[in-house]
């Protein structure tokens, strides 16, 4: 699996003279009680928001990748997540439902929501991110298949735009079995609609 490229620092200190700059422009009085010590913490919370660039899938996994022969399938659901939208640079967030079915390989179920973040914490699509959480599971552990549905609010349309406040974003990537065995894909589904008792 290629690795990703390695990211440019973040300098806390052009963070907030941008900041600084965009309270200017946006007429406030960067001075004010309320809005000093705003520039430090919208930096320190981008840097937050999107560490998901200084991440790497080896790091995350951290040796959780182990031998087992288990042929069932596995599914992790009702992951929170939180993302920035890449067009906006406005929150967007919602669950994440994610299957494998193991061929010889099986992952520590706690890393899974870490993948997610991973590729969460940075400035996203939800199409895409859908995507590269369904491709990087499948290229780590070579499964028989690999399912992700993810559910997203997006602030861009929620506070802008058209302004739908109960719209809800699904996305979803299928690979290996889950892509070409219908009834494989409809347990999956079936499985994230279904409450325990």
Not at 43 to 61: A, R
Not at 159 to 170: D, Y
Not at 178 to 197: C, D, P
């Amino acid at each position: 699996m290629k690795k990703p490229k390695k990211q440019k620092d973040v300098s806390s200190a052009a963070l907030e003279k941008l900041v600084h700059e965009m309270l200017l422009e946006l007429g406030e009085d960067p001075k004010r009680e309320g809005l000093v010590k705003t520039p430090h913490r919208v930096s320190k919370s981008m840097q937050f928001l999107t560490k998901g660039y200084h991440e790497d899938i080896t790091t995350i996994l951290n040796g959780a990748v182990f031998r087992e022969e288990y042929k069932e399938m596995v599914i992790v659901k009702d992951i929170d997540y939180f993302s920035m939208c890449e067009h906006h640079m406005l929150p967007f967030y919602g669950k994440i439902h994610i299957a494998y079915i193991p061929n010889g390989k099986i992952v520590g179920l706690s890393k899974i929501p870490r993948l997610v973040d991973m590729f969460a914490r940075r400035l996203q699509v939800q199409e895409r991110m859908t995507k590269q959480i369904a491709d990087t599971l499948y290229a780590v552990l070579d499964p028989e298949g690999v399912a992700v549905v993810c559910e997203g609010k997006h602030m861009c349309m929620m506070m802008r735009g058209v302004e739908k406040q109960h719209s809800l974003a699904t996305t979803s990537t299928m690979l290996g079995v889950f892509q070409n065995n219908i009834k494989t894909r409809s347990e999956f589904l079936t499985l994230i609609t279904n409450k325990l008792s």
